[in-house]
């Protein structure tokens, strides 16, 4: 079937746009990945930025109203970075160090499956036309996903065998976030092709996953006597209330459940965000006393990023509620229109304590 002449045009020039912009995106990040970045060693856990600056570009960029060609920018920006990191851990496997220096780590292989599907989900609201690169990333997601759910059921099972002795964080909870991450996909490329029974499904899996986690992560910290919790209590465990987040977008994406059930849902990811980062801000406090303001508040460490990821999908989760008029309190309608303010504040300070770690690295070699 023949285009129109216009919509032929529009196609090439749209085509060619892209393929500009991605040599030329290509040259400024290899740049300043030979400056700056270079001599940083990556892990698996690294895919946890890849996560969390997906989910900002999802659900705070459009809310800005950037044109399309920006948004295009950005996804494929992050696209290079996904390209950049995937292939530093290729050269280290090769090379043959390990990638998993624990047992626990492997499960930091859910950043890479979540990251990629909103990856996929990104390039499919700016770009519908990239068709066969969106079905790309979404195969590569769904496969590297059943991966992900046999190293997360194994986990389990050598948590029972162990009796919970095992070091347990917030990692157990990123096999929920990428099973509700494969139904945000899935409604947006299949919503009419699949039932809401199956949605159902799917989403219940995910709240299995999460309670399972909950119960591994409850049950570890009462086997191994932790007295001191707020000592202890690991950026990671962002992930509870980003998993219950995550969940609840995946409940309204999918139309599958009552109104109810979502507005109920949001004020409990609100309640375990209070309770998580009231103990993350009592740690800083912590810190501070101890080591000052520099070396208390602005020392990189990668499991920050998921608490990016976290805060980034309760604001679209509120987002969506007050988009949909399910419900009109103060606090869901406060943080629908000045979220995004306050998360790219977040992003831009995240990105000064990556920057001050780099620049630090480099001046010590």
């Given at each position: 079937m023949m285009l129109p002449a216009d919509l032929e045009s529009k196609f090439f020039a749209g085509s060619l746009f892209i393929v500009i912009a991605f040599i030329l995106l290509l040259f400024l990040s290899h740049f300043i990945y030979v400056r700056y970045f270079h001599r940083i060693r990556f892990s698996i856990a690294t895919g946890s930025a890849v996560l969390a600056l997906n989910t900002y570009a999802l659900v705070c960029l459009p809310s800005f109203r950037l044109s399309q060609p920006v948004l295009m920018l950005a996804a494929l920006e992050l696209f290079i970075i996904w390209i950049y990191i995937s292939v530093s851990l290729l050269?280290?496997?090769?090379?043959?160090?390990?990638?998993?220096?624990?047992?626990?780590?492997?499960?930091?292989?859910?950043?890479?499956?979540?990251?990629?599907i909103l990856m996929a989900l990104m390039f499919d609201r700016v770009e519908q036309t990239l068709h066969g690169f969106i079905v790309f990333l979404s195969l590569l997601s769904a496969v590297w996903y059943g991966i992900y759910l046999i190293i997360f059921m194994r986990w389990l099972f050598l948590c029972l065998r162990k009796r919970f002795h095992l070091h347990t964080d917030g990692m157990i909870f990123l096999a929920a976030v990428s099973t509700q991450a494969m139904v945000l996909l899935m409604t947006e490329l299949f919503r009419d092709d699949v039932s809401a029974w199956a949605y159902q499904l799917i989403i219940g899996c995910g709240f299995v996953f999460f309670f399972a986690g909950l119960v591994s992560l409850v049950w570890h910290s009462l086997a191994a006597h932790a007295?001191?919790?707020?000592?202890?209590?690991?950026?990671?465990?962002?992930?509870?209330?980003?998993?219950?987040?995550?969940?609840g977008l995946a409940m309204v994406s999918s139309l599958a459940y009552p109104e109810w059930s979502?507005?109920?849902?949001?004020?409990?990811?609100?309640?375990?965000?209070?309770?998580?980062?009231?103990?993350?801000?009592s740690r800083l406090?912590?810190?501070?006393?101890?080591?000052?303001?520099?070396k208390g508040l602005c020392v990189y460490h990668v499991?920050?990023?998921?608490?990016?990821?976290?805060?980034?999908?309760?604001?679209?989760?509120?987002?969506?509620?007050?988009n949909k008029g399910y419900t009109t309190v103060f606090m869901i309608s406060f943080i629908a229109n000045y979220g995004q303010y306050i998360l790219t504040a977040l992003l831009i300070?995240?990105?000064?304590?990556?920057?001050?770690?780099?620049?630090?690295?480099?001046?010590?070699s």
């Open positions: 050269q280290i496997f090769l090379s043959g160090e390990k990638l998993v220096a624990h047992q626990a780590d492997r499960l930091s292989t859910g950043y890479w499956v979540a990251g990629t007295r001191h919790l707020a000592a202890g209590w690991p950026n990671v465990n962002s992930l509870i209330h980003g998993a219950l987040s995550i969940t979502i507005v109920g849902l949001w004020w409990c990811a609100l309640v375990f965000l209070l309770i998580v980062e009231g103990l993350e801000f406090l912590i810190r501070l006393r101890r080591k000052g303001f520099w499991t920050q990023w998921p608490r990016l990821f976290a805060f980034g999908v309760f604001y679209g989760f509120g987002l969506s509620c007050y300070a995240q990105l000064a304590v990556v920057m001050r770690h780099v620049v630090k690295q480099e001046t010590i």
